[in-house]
């Protein structure tokens, strides 16, 4: 089971930390991911990393504003959004699974997600 938070209101420019835990003893078998959807949108990537934290993915739109790293001892994943900008508004979702990938249909389970708003 995944639960996300951290999700909120933040004016354009500022910063938010998503936090995913896992209730689980194999968090750090898994490779994780975030993805967003926005109202009428497709569900996209954002970013994932593989079970050790040694290999990180980004998709093209948040690259070199967004981080994500993972806390194994603490069956944690997180988000760091730097520069946000009003088109990162979106529920934001954290996934696990068996491969590093941007595709979601490779992950296997899903958080509730937690919803980003971002003024203008």
């Known amino acids: 089971q995944l639960a996300e938070s951290g999700g909120g209101l933040v004016q354009a420019g500022g910063s938010l930390r998503l936090s995913c835990a896992a209730s689980t003893q194999t968090f750090d078998s898994y490779d994780m991911g975030w993805f967003r959807q926005a109202p009428g949108k497709e569900r996209e990537f954002v970013a994932s990393i593989n079970w050790s934290g040694g290999r990180t993915l980004y998709a093209d739109s948040v690259k070199g504003r967004f981080t994500i790293f993972r806390d194994n001892r603490r069956d944690t994943l997180y988000l760091e959004m730097n520069s946000l900008k009003p088109e990162d508004a979106a529920v934001y979702y954290c996934?696990?699974?068996?491969?590093?990938?941007?595709?979601?249909?490779?992950?296997?389970?899903w958080g509730q997600g937690t919803q980003v708003t971002v003024s203008s």
């Open positions: 996934a696990a699974g068996e491969a590093l990938s941007t595709n979601p249909y490779d992950y296997d389970y």
